[in-house]
T-cell receptor, first 115, second 111 residues
Framework: DGGITQSPKYLFRKEGQNVTLSCEQN?????MYWYRQDPGQGLRLIYY???????QKGDIAEGYSVSREKKESFPLTVTSAQKNPTAFYLC??????????????FGAGSRLTVL | RKEVEQDPGPFNVPEGATVAFNCTYS??????FFWYRQDCRKEPKLLMS???SGNEDGRFTAQLNRASQYISLLIRDSKLSDSATYLC????????????FGQGTELSVKP
């Protein structure tokens, strides 16, 4: 079955370390997204990518970086510059805009805790 | 003003009640709207898209009011299993596919 796989599911990090969260999809979706969710809050957009080799900053991109070298993959690096990185990170993908179905499919998420 | 805002909640209702959530958006160019459901510590899942004419799916009805820039979700005959957080999502069509979520409204249905 097609879907989105995020790894790791849980991650602990020491302050000052960079970590990379993986997001892989086999849905043949063009667009991919990274969101952050803090307890009791909604999702905030970090970065998004409409096509390979192109991506845009979302509302809270500072302290994060991404790459989109392959259609299937959109890894997120949480750098040491991110002041409050402990959160639930969600990756999503979306079908082509001309497909008539404009919905997001999410991975199961990665919980990052900074010790 | 936030791009997408929802009723703060939480909503605590008895089984069988009818409950309505509202969501306002600031970008008048937005064309696509959705409601997602999120269970505790899980990823959001699509509940329904919102169409201009309004749409219904069983006990759930979604409405769009473009003039006032809000969308709504009505749940009739609430079930215990409806307890979750409901998120509205707005596609910023004039910003290259940017999808913005509201902060979510928590619903708790009690026996």
């Amino acid at each position: 079955d097609g879907g989105i796989t995020q790894s790791p599911k849980y991650l602990f990090r020491k302050e000052g370390q960079n970590v990379t969260l993986s997001c892989e999809q086999n849905l043949n979706h063009d667009a991919m997204y990274w969101y952050r969710q803090d307890p009791g809050q909604g999702l905030r957009l970090i970065y998004y990518s409409q096509i390979v080799n192109d991506f845009q900053k979302g509302d809270i991109a500072e302290g994060y970086s991404v790459s989109r070298e392959k259609k299937e993959s959109f890894p997120l690096t949480v750098t040491s510059a991110q002041k409050n990185p402990t959160a639930f990170y969600l990756c999503a993908s979306r079908r082509p805009l001309d497909s008539g179905a404009n919905v997001l499919t999410f991975g199961a998420g990665s919980r990052l805790t900074v010790l | 003003r936030k791009e997408v805002e929802q009723d703060p909640g939480p909503f605590n209702v008895p089984e069988g009640a009818t409950v309505a959530f509202n969501c306002t958006y600031s970008n008048s160019a937005s064309q696509s709207f959705f409601w997602y459901r999120q269970d505790c510590r899980k990823e959001p899942k699509l509940l329904m898209s919102v169409y201009s004419s309004g749409n219904e799916d069983g006990r759930f009805t979604a409405q769009l009011n473009r003039a006032s820039q809000y969308i709504s979700l009505l749940i009739r005959d609430s079930k215990l299993s409806d307890s979750a957080t409901y998120l509205c999502v707005v596609n910023m069509d004039n910003q290259g596919g940017k999808l913005i979520f509201g902060q979510g409204t928590e619903l708790s249905v009690k026996p």
